[in-house]
């Protein structure tokens, strides 16, 4: 297996590295609304025939939503070391009582 690496401080001879174990990574799947590439695709035929129009405009202006998912290379595979909900029922019961703001990496909350 490979994986592409990014970083501030860009070493092109990285970009493809066979991984190995204890090697750490995340994987960021994410939906935005972005409206410059939203419009277009809604008055596409091709594409916006996958879109539901009424269900976007509810969320534009919410700018999207990310989840990160980290994990470590071990000798069998790999294992999520990341502790996050993740589905609906989750993530909805976490917002619901979120975690004291006095916590520097959760501020934006």
Do not use: H
Not at 6 to 32: A, F, K
């Amino acid at each position: 297996a490979v994986v592409s690496t990014q970083s501030t401080g860009y070493d092109d001879s990285l970009e493809w590295c066979p991984l190995e174990r204890n090697m750490v990574l995340t994987i960021e799947p994410g939906c935005y609304f972005n409206d410059v590439l939203l419009d277009p695709a809604l008055q596409d035929k091709d594409q916006g025939k996958f879109m539901v129009k009424s269900e976007i405009a509810r969320y534009r202006g919410l700018g999207g939503v990310r989840i990160e998912e980290v994990f470590v290379v071990r000798e069998g595979g790999c294992e999520v070391i990341s502790d996050l909900p993740r589905t609906a029922e989750e993530v909805e019961a976490f917002m619901s009582n979120p975690p004291p703001s006095d916590i520097p990496f959760l501020d934006t909350y």
